[in-house]
């Protein structure tokens, strides 16, 4: 077993689910209801792990809990460094380790905004990256890659207004003949070593 694992083993007991190492860097799972004693025992604790270096959210939409909510802590002074994992739903919130961690407070946030994972007890959870007024969660799998909205200026009404997005786009054949589309009956230059078109040579005769 990995010595850090080991060492956040003996000091979280139970509350650890599962562990592994990954290209070298441990990582262990812990309750989701125990995530904030746990990280105040690793920050307080002999692992001595001071700094929060970043929380990001990774979704799996055919696990029964999607979510997963990663912690990635650096003990400076002891030089090591330690990944944390809970699992969640898209209904079931997470506690918020401001409290213990007070950079964790945008990075709950981003979570929230952009995976619509929910934070109790956050002293401010509010969106970080998209609009107040945006709807969904755009880092969310079964996301549509366009969105719900588009937005624009309206002369009109002289602001900013949202309207459902449109993907209109006019008919086009492609040939595939040539690189220009439109030209396909000529030799360009630059192009003596193109494959001509079989009906080149025969439409000169």
Same mark, same amino acid.
């Given at each position: 077993?990995?010595?850090?694992?080991?060492?956040?083993?003996?000091?979280?007991?139970?509350?650890?689910?599962?562990?592994?190492?990954?290209?070298?860097?441990?990582?262990?799972?812990?309750?989701?209801?125990?995530?904030?004693?746990?990280?105040?025992?690793?920050?307080?604790?002999?692992?001595?792990?001071?700094?929060?270096?970043?929380?990001?959210?990774v979704d799996y939409p055919?696990?029964?809990?999607?979510?997963?909510?990663?912690?990635?802590? %650096?003990?400076?002074?002891?030089? +090591?460094?330690?990944? &944390?994992?809970?699992?969640? !739903? $898209? =209904?079931t919130p997470v506690p918020?380790?401001?409290?213990?961690?007070?950079?964790?407070?945008?990075?709950?946030?981003?979570?929230?905004?952009?995976?619509?994972?929910?934070?109790?007890?956050?002293?401010?959870?509010?969106?970080?990256?998209?609009?107040?007024?945006?709807?969904?969660?755009? %880092?969310?799998?079964?996301?549509? +890659?366009?969105?719900? &909205?588009?937005?624009?200026? !309206? $002369? =009109?009404?002289?602001?900013v207004v949202y309207e459902?997005?449109?993907?209109?786009?006019?008919?086009?054949?492609?040939?595939?003949?040539?690189?220009?589309?439109?030209?396909?009956?000529?030799?360009?230059?630059?192009?003596?070593?193109?494959?001509?078109?079989?009906?080149?040579?025969?439409?000169?005769?």
């Amino acid at each position: 077993m990995h010595p850090t694992i080991a060492a956040a083993r003996d000091l979280l007991g139970d509350a650890v689910l599962a562990d592994t190492v990954i290209h070298g860097e441990p990582v262990i799972t812990v309750k989701r209801e125990q995530i904030a004693d746990a990280m105040r025992k690793l920050r307080d604790g002999a692992l001595a792990f001071e700094q929060l270096v970043t929380i990001c959210g990774v979704d799996y939409p055919t696990r029964a809990e999607r979510f997963e909510v990663v912690y990635n802590l %650096l003990s400076v002074s002891k030089n +090591l460094r330690l990944r &944390v994992k809970v699992t969640t !739903d $898209e =209904d079931t919130p997470v506690p918020s380790v401001v409290a213990v961690y007070p950079s964790a407070n945008w990075f709950e946030r981003e979570t929230w905004d952009l995976y619509g994972v929910f934070f109790t007890d956050h002293p401010d959870l509010r969106r970080l990256l998209t609009d107040y007024g945006f709807e969904g969660h755009p %880092l969310r799998k079964d996301f549509p +890659l366009t969105g719900y &909205v588009e937005l624009r200026y !309206d $002369e =009109d009404q002289k602001r900013v207004v949202y309207e459902p997005v449109k993907l209109v786009q006019d008919y086009r054949n492609f040939e595939f003949l040539s690189p220009w589309e439109a030209i396909t009956d000529v030799q360009l230059p630059g192009d003596e070593k193109a494959v001509k078109p079989a009906y080149w040579d025969a439409s000169r005769k």
